[in-house]
Structure formats: C-alpha cells, structure tokens
C-alpha cells in the first residue's frame, strides 16, 4: 500500500525554467510534509516542509504547495539550475499517529539543462 | 563530526552470514532512525529510537533484524542469516526533536548479498 506516490520517475527542464515536482498522497492523518534531495552515494538532504494548516511554503527558489482536499503537493523550484538535478523524495508524517516517522514516495529524478 | 557517519559505505556478504551495520548520529540528537532503501524506490522505516529507548521497531521486515542503541548515542542494525532480498542500502537519520522535524541522514550503507 503505496501511501505517498511520486508518479513521475523523472523530469527534464531547462536552465532557468520552472521545475514542478508531483506528489500524492492517500493517508488523510498525514499533516506534515517534507521535500528531500538526494545526489548519488550521498544520504538525502532535507529541502522545505510545509505543514497541514497551510497551503504554502516558500524558501529563495523552492516553493512547496499543498492541496489537502485533493491529497496532493508540489515542489516548484524557480529558476532551475544544473546544481539543482538530483533525486527528490516527497514525504509524510503523521505526527498524532505515527510521530516522527516519515513516509517517502518513490523519488523523481530531476535533470536540468544548461 | 558534522554529520551523520555510517559504516561500513560497502558490505558484501554471502547469504545466510551475518552482518552489523553501524550509525553515527550527530552529538547530541535524540532521535535516531534506520530505513530502508532498495533500488528505485525510496526509503522505507524501519525502526526509531528516542535517546536509548527503541520506540517503534514496526518497520523491521523479520525477526532477522535487530537494532540497538544501548547509550543513547551510537545505534547498531544487525541482521542476521541474510537473504539476498535484504540487498539495500541502509540509511540512518537523526534529529534534535521528538517531534516530527528536519532529518539528517547518513550517506547510507549498501549491503549486497550474494
């Protein structure tokens, strides 16, 4: 039972356009959620969050939104840069059922162009 | 140091060997996490320690697996008699709360078994 859902597997932009990266999610008590990034042989990093009370986050280039009656959130990155292609992981938690942990889904793999 | 240190990054064993895999969480962080991550997929929990307490072990796929953190700081996955479907990359995580926050990961540690 895949939770969160990642439904592109990859995604490829040009230097300086928009990046929008997909996730669904189908656990209704989920109400944090976390965007990492993950380059290859190195641990995930942890990029924004957004919490359930609002619709959106933003930090400098990345902006995450959530859509909590239709279970969905996007990770858009503003403009893209090639330093910026690497593997992102949408993520939740349900902090009154499940604490800390974290569900992922399965990554999308972002190339950007020069 | 900085970081979040695993060891070892590589680990080759025969099926049916044992194997320890070792975590080093950033000093002073309560929370500590192990996951999961086979190839293309993201990670998947597999258990959580808050200080030296084992808080939920529910990810753990058998009773091959078996975690430790017997001080509050340095934690052990240990699997025993492995399969080859316990190829993965084992990654690590910490964090200064106990509620759902920012995790850290480690650069993980590949287990292949032949």
């Known amino acids: 039972d895949q939770q969160v859902k990642q439904n592109s597997p990859s995604l490829s932009v040009q230097e300086g356009r928009i990046s929008i990266l997909n996730c669904d999610y189908t656990?209704?008590?989920?109400?944090?959620f976390l965007w990492y990034k993950k380059y290859p042989a190195e641990g995930p990093t942890f990029l924004i969050s957004?919490?359930?009370?609002?619709d959106k986050n933003e930090d400098g280039r990345f902006t995450v939104f959530l859509n909590k009656s239709a279970k969905h959130l996007s990770l858009h990155i503003v403009p893209s840069q090639p330093g910026d292609s690497a593997v992102y992981f949408c993520?939740?938690?349900?902090?009154?059922?499940?604490?800390?942990?974290?569900?992922f889904g399965e990554g999308t793999q972002l190339t950007v162009n020069p | 140091g900085a970081g979040v240190s695993q060891s070892p990054r590589y680990k080759v064993a025969k099926r049916g060997q044992d194997v320890a895999l070792r975590c080093d969480p950033i000093?002073?962080?309560?929370?500590l996490f192990w996951y999961q991550q086979a190839l293309g997929q993201g990670p998947e929990f597999l258990t959580y320690?808050?200080?030296?307490?084992?808080?939920?072990k529910s990810g753990l796929p058998s009773d091959r697996f078996f975690a430790e953190r017997p001080e509050g700081s340095v934690s052990t996955l240990k699997i025993q008699r492995t399969q080859q479907e316990d190829s993965a990359v084992y990654l690590c995580?910490?964090?200064?709360?106990?509620?759902?926050?920012?995790?850290?990961f480690g650069e993980g540690s590949r287990l292949t078994v032949l």
């Open positions: 995580a910490s964090s200064s709360t106990r509620v759902t926050g920012e995790l850290f």
């Open positions: 656990n209704s008590m989920f109400d944090y």
């Open positions: 957004i919490s359930s009370i609002k």
């Open positions: 993520a939740a938690s349900s902090r009154e059922t499940s604490g800390s942990r974290l569900t």
């Open positions: 000093s002073g962080h309560v929370s």
């Open positions: 320690f808050q200080n030296e307490a084992q808080l939920d």
